[in-house]
């Protein structure tokens, strides 16, 4: 059982790209999360999507957009990046709430 | 939404004396707080949460207390290891709220053997 696996583990973007974080999970969870992680900051939820179909915003959505076409899968899209946005991303899942979110092994994204 | 506040950030202890990690919570209403543990290079797991129905829970070396009228949280971590070193985030989580869960910016422990 794999969990949650996220791609790429790493990449450096020029700024103005477009990209695209991937996030599968195979624990049939409905929930998902995305989360930015800077240090000092501890970890910012950016969307999250109760079941698929439906997603919501966190605390720190804005230059971000998901997409939640089935249960397995919630990729993170950067329209357009800016360097303000180098962090660690971090795709959770959990069941019904409230419960553990189980967390992924998380993409390392610098933007230049 | 709520603030969560953690202290310390930074905690150094020698192998086998207690660590202990405070966090406060703003919302009255949140109503379940996890810890979770992060090792280098790697992402948050969860070691031990208390529902707001409980005051204390214990897993070994592990405990976490609720105060709700205070609106405290403390992680206790007895007979302290080497490898119990880690950064430690408390988090909070409101009812209602498609389990988002709120973080505290973390405490890094070392545990110096």
């Known amino acids: 059982i794999a969990g949650i696996t996220q791609a790429p583990t790493s990449q450096i973007l020029a700024a103005g790209r477009r990209m695209t974080l991937r996030c599968t999970q195979d624990?049939?969870?409905?929930?998902m999360y995305w989360y930015r992680q800077d240090l000092g900051l501890g970890l910012r939820l950016i969307h999250y999507s109760n079941t698929a179909g439906t997603t919501g915003k966190g605390e720190v959505p804005d230059g971000y957009s998901v997409s939640r076409a089935n249960t397995d899968d919630f990729p993170l899209t950067l329209a357009s990046a800016v360097p303000s946005q180098t962090s660690v991303y971090f795709c959770a899942s959990s069941d019904l709430p409230p419960g553990e979110q189980f967390f992924g092994p998380g993409t390392r994204l610098t933007v230049l | 939404g709520e603030n969560v506040e953690q202290h310390p950030s930074t905690l150094s202890v020698q192998e086998g004396d207690s660590a202990v990690i405070k966090c406060t919570y703003s919302?009255?209403?949140?109503?379940?707080f996890p810890w979770y543990k992060q090792e280098l290079g790697k992402g948050p797991q969860l070691i031990i949460d208390?529902?707001?129905?409980?005051g204390e829970k214990k897993d070994q070396r592990i405990a976490v207390t609720l105060n709700k009228t205070a609106k405290h949280f403390s992680l206790h971590i007895t007979e302290t290891q080497p490898e119990d070193s880690a950064v430690y985030f408390c988090a909070a989580s409101i009812p209602n709220t498609g389990n988002q869960f709120y973080f505290g910016t973390g405490t890094s422990l070392t545990v110096i053997p």
């Open positions: 208390i529902r707001s129905n409980v």
């Open positions: 624990m049939r969870h409905n929930a």
């Open positions: 919302d009255s209403a949140s109503n379940y």
